[in-house]
């Protein structure tokens, strides 16, 4: 039977007021009016287009936090280093929940050795090499961490962080190869070493974020442009300006127990979209959740003209 026919709403008669339909005339508006608004409101009210941030933007403004997080990088302290997977086999740095852990089934797919890949193999490809590679090479690993801790812990004492003022101590080749490594970056030359795949083109930045991560530079201009998840989360533009909202609901739950204070927040967020999406997809057939509209018509409010003709 046709869903015309019967005595249900939509089989009923019209008996509200009629009027022509001038298609030219929806067009007009919702191509050329509506587009019109966007662009000009768009003008006016979109967020900051703020310059890229790259490595040699980050030596040129904070050298200091730049050489400190180098020495990090040495001496395998820094965030990237003890992330765990996909980036190394950190024990017990992965989210997880319960006995689930997606990091850990991922395994490590792009190794990073933050030593080498940031530090001591971009240094390689400067056509005159410090001579402080090869007694870093040739130094134990117990001797590195050391040289590393020692220049690490000089550098947080000194005023401002500034490697200049670091006191004379035995810290190894760790200051040459760090004011080697900030050379190297103020010239504009370590963006491209640590992008560098081997292929023609390169779309890959993962190398540079996860350095520039590890860093106070990079993190506080994001707290100076609101993007640190205390105001609009993972719904915001640069300035303040809010974003993506249909992101709201991920935003909202990083802002209240147990996620917000949860070293897993980030997979118990996932998991609770997905609980919520499961029962939106299902609501059809869910009794009792189903008749919900039935038992309140709030849609009879909002289309009463329609209801009210029929």
């Given at each position: 039977?046709?869903?015309?026919?019967?005595?249900?709403?939509?089989?009923?008669?019209?008996?509200?007021?009629?009027?022509?339909?001038?298609?030219?005339?929806?067009?007009?508006?919702?191509?050329?009016?509506?587009?019109?608004?966007?662009?000009?409101?768009?003008?006016?009210?979109?967020?900051?287009?703020?310059?890229?941030?790259?490595?040699?933007?980050?030596?040129?403004?904070?050298?200091?936090?730049?050489?400190a997080t180098a020495?990090?990088?040495l001496g395998g302290t820094s965030g990237t280093a003890g992330y765990g997977p996909p980036?190394?086999?950190?024990?017990?740095?992965s989210q997880h929940l319960g006995f689930f852990n997606?990091?850990?089934?991922?395994?490590?797919?792009?190794?990073?050795?933050?030593?080498?890949?940031?530090?001591?193999?971009?240094?390689?490809?400067?056509?005159?090499?410090?001579?402080?590679?090869?007694?870093?090479?040739?130094?134990?690993?117990?001797?590195?961490a050391k040289w590393t801790a020692d220049y690490s812990a000089?550098?947080?004492?000194?005023?401002?962080?500034?490697?200049a003022r670091v006191p004379s101590g035995n810290y190894g080749p760790v200051p040459a190869l760090t004011g080697a490594l900030l050379g190297m970056a103020t010239a504009g030359n370590l963006d491209g070493?640590?992008?560098?795949?081997?292929?023609?083109?390169n779309l890959d930045y993962t190398p540079t974020i996860l350095f520039l991560g590890d860093g106070n530079y990079f993190p506080n201009l994001a707290a100076a442009a609101h993007l640190t998840g205390d105001k609009w989360g993972v719904m915001n533009e640069t300035g303040?300006?809010?974003?993506?909202?249909?992101?709201?609901?991920?935003?909202?739950?990083?802002?209240?127990e147990p996620y917000k204070s949860s070293p897993n927040a980030d997979i118990l967020v996932v998991a609770t979209m997905l609980v919520l999406s499961l029962l939106l997809l299902l609501l059809p057939f869910i009794p009792g959740l189903r008749s919900l509209p039935r038992k309140i018509p709030v849609h009879r409010v909002i289309w009463k003209d329609y209801y009210a003709n029929r």
């Open positions: 039977m046709s869903w015309r026919k019967g005595d249900n709403i939509a089989g009923r008669p019209w008996r509200g007021r009629v009027r022509d339909y001038d298609l030219f005339k929806e067009l007009t508006i919702g191509v050329i009016v509506v587009g019109l608004l966007v662009v000009g409101l768009s003008a006016i009210f979109s967020s900051p287009d703020e310059p890229g941030v790259t490595l040699k933007s980050w030596a040129a403004a904070a050298p200091s936090d730049f050489v020495a990090s990088e980036y190394n086999s950190t024990a017990d740095a997606p990091q850990e089934l991922s395994g490590v797919r792009l190794p990073i050795d933050t030593a080498q890949d940031f530090v001591i193999n971009p240094l390689k490809t400067l056509p005159t090499p410090p001579p402080a590679l090869a007694t870093w090479t040739a130094a134990t690993a117990a001797q590195q000089a550098l947080a004492a000194a005023p401002d962080g500034d490697p070493a640590l992008q560098n795949s081997g292929q023609p083109y303040n300006t809010p974003g993506q909202s249909w992101l709201w609901l991920f935003s909202l739950l990083y802002q209240v």
